[in-house]
């Protein structure tokens, strides 16, 4: 009897560790995962989405940190657009939020924090004759933080030629499920491949999957939309381990630099020394950008 338990017992941890379609499942990792980064939107009734000229109406607006990364206060910037400022009575500036706003953390907290900004009072003091149906719009402006951790397979043709150890394969998948944090520009593929006796090759991939649009960490909000602004558009910092070094936009080998995101391959290396077997070894990967989302009101003005 108990060999029948023994032998379902393991038969039950087999299965468990296998998916529906056979396939071995992948231990997550540190991540949440997703593509989500600060989500913005118009409180509710601020505005009306219908209002007489001359009315005091309040502007808000709601932002989520939906990601991983936490924002320090008076990092995130808001502006309104889309309408003849001076018309509405309001600021077409940037505003800044002083608030922080917290990422979402796995195990601890489920949600990100979030924050409403009050963004002035409309009053649309203009001459009208007709009710006028118009958009508002908004934008927010932040910097943020995608970090990806990846497990390589540190080997060379030296070592496998010369009857080292094998532990790992190089041409195994890297990236796994929560191997990558949540925020709108994502890591989606990660390969290794051999690169003469001694070294390692890596290819990275970066693309954009939110909403909004990305830009260079350095380049301030108020720039965004400058022809400064086009030529840091899809740019990305990343940062690799010390002894890893990729070729850069700007032309330059290093650890870290700019990189363009949009199925645009990234190439890095990495020198092996044959210590007589391959090995696993867990890297850190960050990229930092600034992003830009925005969201949008129908309003009816009527004649008082």
């Excluded at 195990?107 to 990100?112: A, K, N, S, V």
């Excluded at 022809?227 to 910092?237: A, C, I, S, T």
Aim: with cysteine; proline share 3%.
């Amino acid at each position: 009897m108990k060999k029948i338990i023994f032998v379902l017992l393991l038969a039950t941890m087999f299965i468990s560790a296998c998916s529906s379609d056979g396939d071995v499942v992948v231990s997550e990792g540190p991540f949440v995962g997703g593509s989500e980064g600060v989500a913005v939107s118009f409180v509710e009734g601020a505005p009306f989405g219908e209002f007489v000229a001359g009315q005091d109406i309040p502007i808000k607006l709601l932002l989520k940190n939906s990601g991983e990364y936490d924002l320090a206060g008076g990092s995130i910037e808001a502006k309104l657009f889309g309408v003849h400022m001076p018309s509405f009575s309001l600021d077409a500036g940037w505003s800044i939020v002083n608030s922080p706003l917290i990422g979402v953390k796995k195990g601890f907290l489920e949600e990100g924090s979030e924050k409403i900004v009050d963004m002035g009072v409309l009053n649309y003091v203009a001459e009208i004759n007709n009710p006028i149906e118009t958009t508002l719009y908004s934008k927010i402006c932040y910097p943020y933080r995608t970090s990806a951790s990846v497990n390589i397979c540190v080997s060379s043709k030296e070592i496998e030629d010369s009857g080292g150890e094998v532990v790992c394969d190089i041409a195994e998948d890297k990236l796994v499920e929560g191997g990558v944090s949540s925020g709108p520009v994502q890591l989606t593929s990660f390969s290794e491949e051999f690169e003469g006796v001694n070294r390692l090759a890596f290819k990275l991939t970066f693309e954009n999957q939110g909403v909004g649009q990305v830009f260079g960490k350095n380049i301030s909000c108020e720039n965004i939309d400058t022809v400064e602004g086009n030529l840091e558009e899809d740019k990305v910092y990343l940062t690799m381990p010390e002894d890893i070094t990729c070729f850069f936009v700007e032309g330059e080998e290093s650890n870290e630099g700019y990189i363009r995101v949009g199925g645009n391959t990234v190439t890095c290396h990495m020198d092996v020394e044959n210590t007589g077997s391959t090995y696993e070894r867990n890297i850190n990967i960050f990229a930092d950008y600034r992003y830009i989302e925005s969201t949008s009101v129908d309003l009816t003005i009527l004649e008082v």
